[in-house]
């Protein structure tokens, strides 16, 4: 419930999980430690990604449908925080209002208002933002912009390098925030409210890898070092190609020194070959080290590449890259 800038359930009973995320379970614990019913309600595109789809309910348009399932299951919506993880849909003031009763809220990823939108790991990576943030804000009818609840920033350790990483470590930040939040709710605080400054908003849409992910080798060394680890796991991994024939996904890789310095002309060769690893030269001090060559069908590649060939992605791939924008629905 909203009033006077204040966010406050009178006397929280239910959580109601709206998408999908893969801790679920472990949240779902905390919600019993502190004596609260737990229902899930998802869209049909997240059904295989469910371990299992018992107690989930799927709909594809939130209606009457839904609410006439909150009828069936005897929620009380005065009693009760909708939670949206990651949920592909946009909820508009109608279903805020009516079918929510304003007790929607989001938990988001990335700091906001500079941090709006998706993929926030990977675009973390990308432009090297080392800081980690816990944010919960009210929902309303756009993207991202609505009034803060609570937030907590931190800092990623050096070990983190890939998204897989950064996820493993914010979901143990996550899960203390979680339950300090929930607490405070079900104890029938009343939670002051920070509006974005919207001068500040920045937005970054949702990415797709095997379309966003092609290589440019025209960047400098650190730059494709940041490209190649954003796509990395839990992805399929950053494309190129060898020679221009076929298409190969890249993981696993490492700045080096090592070698010689050489011209930009020799970006993309391989000039040396190890059984584990290839040696791929950046143009000036850099060079790549990288461990995982992998085909269409996430198999290792290694016997198809030999020192001199070089790893190229035709302009058409960049082009397609840069002016593709996926949409979820």
Request: charged share 25%; glycine share 6%.
């Given at each position: 419930?909203?009033?006077?800038?204040?966010?406050?359930?009178?006397k929280?009973?239910?959580?109601?999980?709206?998408?999908?995320?893969?801790?679920?379970?472990?949240?779902?614990?905390?919600?019993?430690?502190?004596?609260?019913?737990?229902?899930?309600?998802?869209?049909?595109?997240f059904?295989?990604?469910?371990?299992?789809?018992?107690?989930?309910k799927?709909?594809?348009?939130?209606?009457n449908?839904?609410?006439?399932?909150?009828?069936?299951?005897?929620?009380?919506r005065?009693?009760?925080?909708?939670?949206?993880?990651?949920?592909?849909?946009?909820f508009?003031?109608?279903?805020?209002?009516?079918?929510?009763?304003?007790?929607?809220?989001?938990?988001?990823?990335?700091?906001?208002?500079?941090?709006?939108?998706?993929?926030?790991?990977?675009?973390r990576?990308?432009?090297?933002?080392r800081?980690?943030?816990?944010?919960?804000?009210?929902?309303?009818?756009?993207?991202?912009?609505?009034?803060?609840?609570?937030?907590?920033?931190?800092?990623f350790?050096?070990?983190?390098?890939?998204?897989?990483?950064?996820?493993?470590f914010?979901?143990?930040?996550?899960?203390?925030?979680?339950?300090?939040?929930?607490?405070?709710?079900?104890?029938?605080?009343?939670?002051?409210?920070?509006?974005?400054?919207?001068?500040?908003r920045?937005?970054?849409?949702?990415?797709?890898?095997?379309?966003?992910g092609?290589?440019?080798?025209?960047?400098?060394?650190?730059?494709?070092?940041?490209?190649?680890?954003?796509?990395d796991?839990?992805?399929?991994?950053?494309?190129?190609?060898?020679?221009?024939?076929?298409?190969?996904?890249?993981?696993?890789?490492?700045?080096?020194?090592?070698?010689?310095?050489?011209h930009?002309?020799?970006?993309?060769?391989i000039i040396?070959?190890?059984k584990?690893?290839?040696?791929?030269?950046?143009?000036?001090?850099?060079?790549?080290?990288?461990?995982k060559?992998?085909?269409?069908?996430?198999?290792?590649?290694?016997?198809?590449?030999?020192?001199?060939?070089?790893?190229?992605?035709?302009?058409?791939?960049?082009?397609?890259?840069?002016?593709?924008?996926?949409?979820?629905?």
């Amino acid at each position: 419930m909203l009033k006077n800038n204040k966010f406050f359930i009178k006397k929280l009973k239910n959580i109601i999980f709206l998408g999908h995320w893969s801790y679920y379970d472990e949240i779902e614990e905390i919600n019993s430690k502190l004596n609260l019913s737990t229902f899930k309600i998802s869209s049909p595109s997240f059904k295989t990604k469910f371990k299992s789809q018992k107690n989930i309910k799927f709909f594809t348009k939130l209606d009457n449908k839904l609410e006439n399932y909150l009828k069936q299951k005897k929620i009380n919506r005065e009693n009760s925080l909708f939670i949206s993880f990651g949920s592909r849909w946009i909820f508009n003031k109608h279903q805020i209002n009516n079918i929510f009763w304003n007790n929607l809220i989001n938990f988001h990823g990335t700091r906001l208002p500079i941090d709006a939108g998706g993929g926030g790991f990977s675009w973390r990576i990308l432009r090297g933002d080392r800081l980690g943030c816990n944010l919960a804000h009210v929902i309303d009818e756009k993207i991202d912009t609505g009034p803060i609840i609570a937030n907590d920033e931190y800092i990623f350790p050096n070990s983190c390098k890939k998204p897989i990483d950064y996820e493993n470590f914010y979901f143990k930040k996550f899960t203390p925030f979680y339950e300090m939040l929930i607490s405070k709710i079900k104890s029938k605080g009343k939670i002051a409210l920070l509006n974005q400054n919207k001068s500040l908003r920045l937005y970054n849409p949702r990415l797709k890898t095997k379309i966003n992910g092609w290589i440019n080798w025209n960047w400098e060394a650190e730059d494709i070092f940041n490209f190649i680890n954003a796509f990395d796991e839990p992805y399929e991994g950053a494309s190129t190609t060898i020679n221009n024939k076929f298409k190969i996904y890249l993981k696993e890789v490492h700045l080096h020194k090592g070698e010689m310095s050489s011209h930009p002309y020799s970006k993309g060769l391989i000039i040396r070959k190890n059984k584990d690893w290839i040696v791929v030269a950046m143009g000036g001090n850099y060079n790549l080290l990288i461990e995982k060559v992998l085909d269409n069908k996430g198999k290792n590649t290694f016997e198809k590449i030999k020192v001199g060939d070089r790893l190229i992605t035709d302009i058409k791939y960049l082009q397609k890259s840069l002016s593709y924008r996926p949409i979820y629905k």
